[in-house]
């Protein structure tokens, strides 16, 4: 079995553009929903600007299934919301690019900016860029990425249909993308190393209630094990000891990394790599500030990132109108 990562095609080609080399008053790095409130905010306070999105448009909210508790919506797909404010953010007049951003310096109270394929010089920085999910570095999780080994059950809960599943982890991300997973796999586990879950209470109930779910309270990942076709199960390190259990997939949930990897030498870090906030959305460098998942401000949520890129380019305009 072999399986890659769904993006949404629309949004991938939606309002990208080649190249826009060249000076801006603001770039903004990333293209999740913090950036693309950013955008939305900085295009129409009329700041020139690039958004620099990596091929992750749309970012996690874009992975995942269903958003419950993004106000206005009951009930909506994270691509649907995503698309949603990239298509307002481009008829606001954002500008979209499609590169990576591989490093940063700061030279004669400019920021440059190095992407996989140009060069940009900005007045401003907004580090968007998100994060990225936690490995568990086990035996077998890399050899099987792909081939059973998951981060996005979103994208591939179809490869498992009427399969056995694992899931890793217990907080919200782990027990909502689970939920998915229990309309699709014929068995699932639940794997935490604590004994009780994380995650919203009723969500945590449904799931724990749902009779195709076994959980292992307790109990750690230890091995994917698998043949040439892919995973055939997981050991799990349980409080009876070493557990050998069968199963087609493995989705991991283990928590985030946050990709400030090109922001490093630019604005100061916290032990986690979290870019340090001041005031919410200001980093250590007065030229650069940051929004969302990429941050240390905490409770990772689509309203918390689109607040904060809200607020990051409006720092900006303001420090723009002050210069006039
Ligand atoms: C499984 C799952 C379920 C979730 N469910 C919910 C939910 O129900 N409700 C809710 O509110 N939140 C939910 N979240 C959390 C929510 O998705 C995040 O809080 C939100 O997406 C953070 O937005 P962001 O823009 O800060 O970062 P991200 O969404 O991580 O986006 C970052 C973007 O930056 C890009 N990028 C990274 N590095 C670079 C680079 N060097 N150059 C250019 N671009 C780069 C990435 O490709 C990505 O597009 C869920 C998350 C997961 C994983």
Same mark, same amino acid.
């Given at each position: 079995?072999?399986?890659?990562?769904?993006?949404?095609?629309?949004?991938?080609?939606?309002? !990208? %553009?080649?190249? +826009?080399? !060249?000076?801006?008053?603001?770039?903004?790095? *990333? *293209?999740g929903p913090a950036a693309l409130s950013a955008a939305i905010y900085a295009a129409r306070y009329g700041i020139t600007h690039v958004v620099l999105e990596s091929w992750k448009p749309g970012g996690q909210a874009a992975l995942t299934a269903e958003i419950e508790n993004y106000p206005g919506f009951s009930s909506i797909a994270?691509?649907?919301?995503?698309?949603?404010?990239?298509?307002?953010?481009?008829?606001?007049?954002?500008?979209?690019?499609?590169? %990576?951003?591989?490093?940063?310096?700061?030279?004669?109270? &400019?920021?440059?900016?190095?992407?996989?394929?140009? $060069?940009?010089?900005?007045?401003?920085? =907004?580090?968007?860029?998100?994060?990225?999910?936690?490995?568990?570095?086990?035996?077998?999780?890399?050899?099987?990425?792909?081939?059973?080994?998951s981060f996005c059950a979103t994208c591939d809960a179809p490869f498992f249909r009427n399969k056995k599943a694992i899931v890793v982890g217990g907080g919200d991300s782990a027990v909502k993308e689970a939920l998915h997973l229990t309309h699709v796999v014929s068995e699932l586990g639940l794997v935490h190393r604590r004994d +009780?879950?994380?995650?919203?209470?009723?969500?945590?109930? #449904?799931?724990?209630?749902? /009779? &195709?779910? @076994?959980?292992?309270?307790?109990?750690?990942?230890? $091995?994917?094990? !698998?043949?040439?076709?892919?995973?055939?199960?997981? =050991?799990?390190? %349980?409080?009876?000891? #070493? &557990?050998?259990?069968? %199963?087609?997939?493995?989705?991991?949930?283990?928590? @985030?990394?946050?990709?400030?990897?090109?922001?490093?030498?630019?604005?100061?870090?916290?032990?986690?790599?979290?870019?340090? @906030?001041?005031?919410?959305?200001?980093?250590?460098?007065?030229?650069?500030?940051?929004?969302?998942?990429?941050?240390?401000? *905490?409770?990772?949520?689509?309203? @918390?990132?689109?607040?904060?890129?809200?607020?990051?380019?409006?720092?900006?305009?303001?420090?723009? /109108?002050?210069? $006039?």
């Open positions: 079995m072999s399986f890659s990562v769904n993006i949404d095609a629309g949004l991938m080609n939606s309002g !990208g %553009t080649n190249s +826009k080399t !060249g000076s801006y008053q603001l770039v903004i790095a *990333g *293209g994270g691509s649907d919301l995503t698309n949603a404010m990239k298509k307002q953010a481009v008829e606001a007049g954002a500008v979209f690019v499609m590169e %990576t951003v591989e490093s940063t310096t700061e030279i004669n109270g &400019k920021i440059k900016i190095k992407t996989d394929s140009a $060069e940009y010089t900005t007045d401003y920085l =907004i580090i968007a860029t998100g994060a990225a999910p936690a490995t568990l570095g086990v035996p077998g999780e890399s050899k099987y990425y792909g081939r059973g080994v +009780k879950l994380r995650a919203e209470p009723l969500l945590a109930n #449904k799931l724990i209630n749902n /009779e &195709k779910v @076994t959980p292992y309270w307790n109990s750690q990942l230890a $091995e994917v094990v !698998g043949d040439d076709q892919g995973v055939t199960g997981v =050991i799990l390190n %349980t409080p009876d000891g #070493k &557990k050998h259990i069968d %199963t087609d997939g493995v989705f991991l949930y283990v928590g @985030t990394v946050p990709a400030t990897e090109p922001f490093a030498g630019l604005v100061d870090l916290d032990a986690k790599k979290a870019v340090a @906030t001041q005031n919410i959305v200001g980093t250590s460098n007065p030229r650069v500030f940051a929004a969302g998942d990429v941050t240390n401000n *905490g409770f990772r949520q689509v309203v @918390t990132a689109v607040s904060e890129g809200a607020r990051a380019s409006a720092a900006v305009f303001e420090l723009l /109108e002050m210069q $006039e």
